[in-house]
């Protein structure tokens, strides 16, 4: 139980261009998703929080312009990489907090290359 | 402000050779302390949830615990399929979760 999926697991896009990240959870209800970048050889950072039907709550620092996330639905949250640049390339991961619980369960991630 | 450190950053072991990894911490309001399991190029797995000090939790050479300021996970007799990085996160009222920087393990045959 507690799986969550990540599409696509990569891609390389141009410079300009928008890339959309889907995160589903298979086998449980995510009132709360959140979005994590992570850079090579450190820790997860936290970009924003999403709750089903509810504008994302962004962190300190992250363009909400540029990174949309839309949590339509208790199972899907998309992640809209706008005008990507290269400083935009990293690993984005995607985690779902199932209702009534504190626990996260994380999907495989996605590594974006903008070229 | 919410404060998670992993100590050692880097942990080298001999197939067999037990030890443990630490976690300290300082959050207003500990709702859960979290232990995860990454391997390079994927996601976080989740490991274990502990919500109260001096709660225990098991899982095949795993164990973890839980003080007021720190949690520790042991790894006894470890194999080299234990190798990878292990975090540790916080999380308080707002659900969200605030990582260590983690601690890389490598277990040598």
């Given amino acids: 139980g507690a799986v969550v999926s990540q599409h696509p697991s990569w891609v390389i896009c141009k410079s300009g261009t928008s890339v959309k990240i889907e995160c589903r959870s298979l086998d449980f209800q995510a009132t709360t998703m959140f979005w994590y970048r992570q850079f090579p050889k450190q820790s997860l950072m936290l ?8 504008k994302a709550t962004y962190e300190q620092g ?3 312009d540029k990174f949309l996330i839309n949590h339509a639905s208790l199972t899907l949250s998309t992640l809209t990489v706008t005008s990507a640049h290269p400083e935009d390339s990293s690993f984005y991961i995607c985690s779902a907090r199932n209702r009534g619980t504190y626990e996260q369960y994380f999907g495989p991630g996605t590594r974006l290359t903008v070229t | ?12 072991l001999q197939e067999g050779e037990s030890s443990s990894l630490n976690c300290s911490y300082t959050v207003s309001g500990l ?16 490991l274990f949830t502990l ?10 050479r795993l164990k973890a615990t839980l003080t007021k300021k720190e949690s520790f996970l042991h790894i006894t007799a470890p194999k080299p399929e234990d190798s990878a990085t292990y975090l540790c996160a916080v999380s308080n009222s707002g659900y969200a979760l605030n990582f260590g920087k983690g601690t890389s393990l490598l277990v040598t045959p």
Avoid: C, H, I
Wanted: aromatic share 10%; proline share 6%.
């Fill in chain 2, 1 to 12: 402000e919410d404060q998670v450190t992993q100590s050692p950053e880097a942990l080298r």
């Fill in chain 2, 31 to 46: 709702r859960g302390l979290f232990w995860y399991r990454q391997d390079p190029g994927k996601g976080p797995e989740f």
């Fill in chain 1, 47 to 54: 970009m924003a929080t999403s709750n089903e039907g509810s």
């Fill in chain 2, 51 to 60: 919500y109260s000090a001096g709660e225990e939790k098991e899982k095949e």
């Fill in chain 1, 62 to 64: 992250v363009e909400k």
